[in-house]
Structure formats: C-alpha cells, structure tokens
C-alpha cells in the first residue's frame, strides 16, 4: 500500500533563495509525524508547498501514491483531504465563530450535512458552542486556536497539518493541544506537525524529522530522536 | 425645516445611488485587491445597453433595467478576463493603470459611437410628485431610491448569508487560507465583478431615467467618489461604505440648499479628507493588505 503523503526531493526557494533543499519525507496512514526545526529552517515553507500555496522547484510531492499535489492548485489539494492549522492560527477574524467553521467545510454543498457536522463539533468544543455568534477575533489565543482546529475537521480529512500549533499558548493550552491532537490521531487522522516545541510533541509523534536549513539532519522514531545529542543540545536543553 | 428635510431626503436618493457604485467599487478591491478605474465605465456602458433596450427591445423600465443589468456585467466579465486576472498579485499600480486606460478608452469610445453629448433617455415612467408634509417627491426619485435600496439590501445578504458570499468575506480577509479551505478564488473573484458590475448596471439606469439623458462621460462624477467613500469608510463592512455614501449625498444637498451648488463637491470632499486625516483606516476600519 502506498503512504498517505510521500515527498520526494522536495526543492523551494523564494526567488533564488533557497528555503527547503532536496527533502524527503513520508507519512504513512494513521501516524503523527513531527519536523522539528528552528526559526527559518524551511518547516512551513513545506507545509505550504503541500497546500499549494508556496511553488517548489523541483521534487514530487504524492498523495495517496496517484496525485501530483504539486500540480493541482490549494483548492483542488484541499478537495483530496488535506486540512491545515495555520501557524498562529489564522483565523478569518471578522467572521464569527461559526461562519469560521461553516468556511471549514466550504466543499460541502449540502447545507444540512454540514450542520451535522458542526454540531457535532461544537459538542466536542462546547466552549465554542458558547461564543458561536461571536467574531473569532475577540477570542482569547487558546479558544482561537481550538477554532482553528474545530475548522481544519469540518471537512473530515485524511490528513491535518499542523503548523507550529503551541506558538503564543500557555502551557496549559498547549497540553490541551496536544491531547487533542492524539484524540484527532485516534479517530484516524493522520497528523503532521511541524514543532519548535520538541519536549511535548516528541513525546506525542510517532515518527520526527530534524530540518536544518532547508535539509533533512535527523530522521527515526521519536523516541530515538529525543535521545539524539543534537536535539537534546538545541531544543531540549541539554541532557535530562 | 421644511428646506432641510427636502434636502436631506434629496441627499439620501443621491448618495443611494452614490452607494451602490461604492459598494461594487470596494467589493472589487476588497476581494481582488484592485483599485478598478473602470468600474464607473462599467456604470456608463450599463447606462447605453440599458438605452438600446428600451429603444430596440421595448420601452418598458423593466427591460430597460434587465438590459443595463446584463450590458454591465458582460463589460466587467470581459475586463476581468481579459485585464484584471492576467495582471493579478502584481503590484497594485498595474492594474490601476490598465483599468484607468480600459476607463478612458470605454469613454472616448462611446463619445465617438453615440456623440460626446447626453442623449435623451425615453420617459419609461412618469414625472408624478407626492408630498409628504411639504416635503416632495418624485415618482423617478422615488423609483431611483427604491431600486437602489433594493440593490444595497441585495449586496448585503448576499456577502452575509450566502455560502460564495461568506467565502468572499474570507477571500477579503485572507485569501492563501480561503484558498486552502476549499474556494475557488478565480471563481468567487469573477462572480464579484460580474455582481459588481451588474448592480452598478442597474443602478446606472434609473439614473438615466431620472435625469432624462444617458451620457458618455457619466461615470466621471461616481468614479471618484466611490474611490473616496471607499477610503473614507474603510473597507471591512460593506455596510459601513454605504453610510458614508449616504452621508456623502446628504452633504452634498444641504451645500447646494443653503450654500450653492457649486460647492457641493469642494465642501463635501473637504470633509472626506478631513475624516482621513483623523482616521487613516477609514471609520469602520479596513483590512490589512
């Protein structure tokens, strides 16, 4: 069986700069994958070349083993089931709570279905249920966040990608974060996330990836990687 | 009192109309992120197909309407095509200046097909004045603000309780992420011009039936001031745009009723800027670009 989403040789640069330099990953079915990096090493540059937003260069990037996403446009990727958590949320802060959610499920034209769907998100997010009518702009960073979460499910994809999803949250916020991700995980979505907060999501992924600089430097399972020297000295702190 | 009430009156129906190109203007550069010149030569163009109706078709309002309605919007379906896509995510100047070009020729063009003066536009309705109190109305202003009304209230549920008109609000605000969740944004952008285009279609009639004429250079007069009430108003609530549209019209009567006609416009672009030297975003705040 083929992976859910396999990157070959990806190669992105911002006019001739070079931002992501020959990498590849693959995520199969079921998993939470983790790249880890530093500010600027090409982590959501990747994110957004799987979107469709950002144009490579040159590699492949291949959803379900058929689809070429690097030749399909964001809305058509989209359609295959790929929904995105933006780094820092990026929520459409002059719709409200709900029209934010109903946008996350703009491809389901039947209006009852996606009723359905909401509701039953908003069951799970009754804090949101709450403040529905309100505009997404006026909710605190952590409650934003569940928002852009609850929106990336509305459309039940296969895959979510996470960008950076602790950025700007207390750590009580972001525990959450995570246990929601591995809930997400649990009911058959697969995860990838891209972290500076390796001490948490390490503990959650299943698979992690270091990015230095547009390249991949360390690649296992994650258990290996937090024991790795280079992580521990550049995100863990040095050794426990 | 009786003066002011006539003239406040007198005002809204102006700025009614005043709103509608407004609002079609902002929507433009609201979600496209063009300053569309030739908006208000769609607004012309609209006015002579809508003039070809009710001389070849039939001399009804109704077909005159249908007919500025569908002749704008094949205008601004064309200019999307053919000028505003090609040159969109370049820099905002560029397609400022082709649709300022597409602007001019539309002008000149129709001044050399039809004549550089206003051609009489059939009377399709009466001249009938109701009075209310001492103040008076029109039956053609009376049709010119209804219908402009009707069409502001259209914009209005349509941007907030359709499915296109939501993700038109989340192009506006953030288009890479409106694009990710799903929308088309070619198609919403097209379908916002042609919507555009035709209100502002509709609008340009029952302009020509109130003033009795249809003339190539009409859209001159509501070009700018959409351009300035969308600056003034900021454009994040379309709703706030017509109120400064509004607004704009009822100034403009007050001036010409206790000062002169004549500077009407100097006082009320004056307080245009003024606004903006207060406020920069605009009253009701405008979107990042």
């Known amino acids: 069986m083929s992976p859910l989403l396999e990157i070959s040789d990806l190669h992105v640069r911002y006019n001739a700069v070079p931002a992501v330099n020959g990498v590849s990953i693959v995520i199969p079915a079921g998993e939470i994958r983790l790249i880890l990096g530093a500010n600027g090493a090409g982590k959501s540059t990747i994110i957004k070349a799987i979107l469709g937003l950002q144009p490579a260069a040159s590699g492949s990037i291949r959803f379900c083993g058929e689809h070429d996403l690097l030749r399909l446009r964001p809305h058509q990727i989209h359609q295959l089931g790929i929904a995105w958590v933006p780094e820092g949320r990026q929520l459409w802060g002059t719709l409200t709570v709900l029209e934010n959610l109903r946008m996350g499920g703009f491809i389901e034209r039947d209006a009852a279905r996606l009723q359905r769907r909401i509701d039953e998100l908003l069951q799970r997010f009754p804090r949101l249920g709450e403040r529905r009518n309100q505009l997404a702009g006026s909710l605190s960073g952590g409650e934003q966040q569940m928002v852009a979460i609850a929106r990336a499910l509305v459309s039940s994809p296969k895959l979510l990608l996470m960008d950076e999803p602790s950025l700007g949250l207390a750590p009580f916020v972001v525990r959450d974060v995570f246990a929601l991700t591995r809930e997400i995980n649990a009911m058959g979505i697969s995860v990838l996330m891209v972290e500076q907060n390796a001490r948490q999501a390490l503990k959650l992924a299943h698979w992690a990836w270091l990015l230095e600089t547009g390249r991949i430097v360390v690649s296992g399972p994650s258990a290996e990687i937090a024991a790795t020297e280079s992580v521990q000295e550049v995100f863990l702190g040095g050794r426990a | ?289």
């Open chain 2, 1 to 289: 009192m009786i003066l002011f009430l006539q003239q406040v009156l007198n005002g809204l129906i102006i700025g009614s109309t005043y709103a509608v190109v407004a609002v079609g203007f902002s929507m433009v550069f609201t979600v496209l992120r063009v300053i569309n010149f030739a908006h208000p030569d769609i607004f012309m163009v609209g006015m002579f197909t809508g003039l070809a109706a009710a001389l070849h078709v039939s001399d009804n309002i109704v077909v005159a309407l249908i007919g500025g309605a569908i002749g704008a919007g094949l205008f601004g379906l064309v200019l999307e095509r053919l000028v505003i896509r090609p040159l969109r995510g370049r820099d905002v100047l560029m397609t400022l200046i082709a649709t300022l070009g597409v602007a001019i020729m539309a002008e000149n063009g129709m001044a050399v097909l039809k004549g550089p003066d206003p051609l009489p536009f059939p009377a399709l309705i009466g001249l009938t004045q109701f009075h209310l109190g001492g103040v008076q109305i029109g039956e053609r202003q009376l049709l010119n603000f209804a219908l402009s009304l009707a069409v502001l209230g259209f914009a209005s549920w349509y941007v907030r309780s359709t499915r296109f008109g939501r993700a038109t609000r989340a192009i506006a605000e953030r288009p890479d992420v409106a694009a990710a969740f799903g929308v088309n944004v070619d198609v919403i952008s097209q379908i916002t011009v042609v919507l555009a285009s035709m209100m502002a279609g509709v609008a340009s009639v029952s302009v020509a039936v109130l003033y009795g004429n249809a003339w190539a250079f009409a859209g001159l007069l509501y070009g700018l001031k959409s351009f300035v009430v969308m600056l003034v108003a900021g454009n994040r609530y379309f709703e706030g745009v017509m109120a400064v549209a509004l607004g704009l019209g009822v100034v403009e009567a007050l001036v010409t009723g206790y000062l002169s006609s004549s500077l009407s416009d100097a006082v009320a672009f004056f307080l245009l800027i003024a606004v903006l030297f207060v406020r920069p975003s605009g009253l009701f705040g405008s979107y990042g670009s």
